[in-house]
Nanobody, 119 residues
Framework: QVQLVESGGGLVQPGGSLRLSCTAS????????MGWYRQAPGKQRELVAI???????NYADSVKGRFTISRDNVKSTVDLQMNSLKPEDTAVYSC?????????????WGQGTQVTVST
């Protein structure tokens, strides 16, 4: 089992920045990928950014050039630096972890943290 605890989030004006952090605990050595998903009201959950244990990174097209994901494999943390925030970035952001295929490719989610971009 893996537990994910997020921090960060809040209210920011358009053009501002926020940093989300997530710490994994439990069977952390089973984790391959970590990342962030988001879900806006009335919309499906979507991938924001993901990084593998070997630092392969993928971003949603909508956040490329504005968001940066980073990971500390020693501390079992993943951060999301969000710059040039737009109102359409408003959503609940959830930390995500997926174990290696040898451990069943199990998926885990954090409880979510609200990000609101508004004047």
């Amino acid at each position: 089992q893996v537990q994910l605890v997020e921090s960060g989030g809040g209210l920011v004006q358009p053009g501002g920045s926020l940093r989300l952090s997530c710490t994994a605990s439990g069977s952390v050595f089973d984790i391959d990928a970590m990342g962030w998903y988001r879900q806006a009201p009335g919309k499906q959950r979507e991938l924001v950014a993901i990084i593998t244990h070997l630092s392969k990174i993928n971003y949603a097209d909508s956040v490329k050039g504005r968001f940066t994901i980073s990971r500390d494999n020693v501390k079992s943390t993943v951060d999301l630096q969000m710059n040039s925030l737009k109102p359409e970035d408003t959503a609940v952001y959830s930390c995500y972890a997926r174990t290696y295929p040898g451990y069943g490719s199990k998926e885990y989610w954090g409880q979510g943290t609200q990000v609101t971009v508004s004047t």
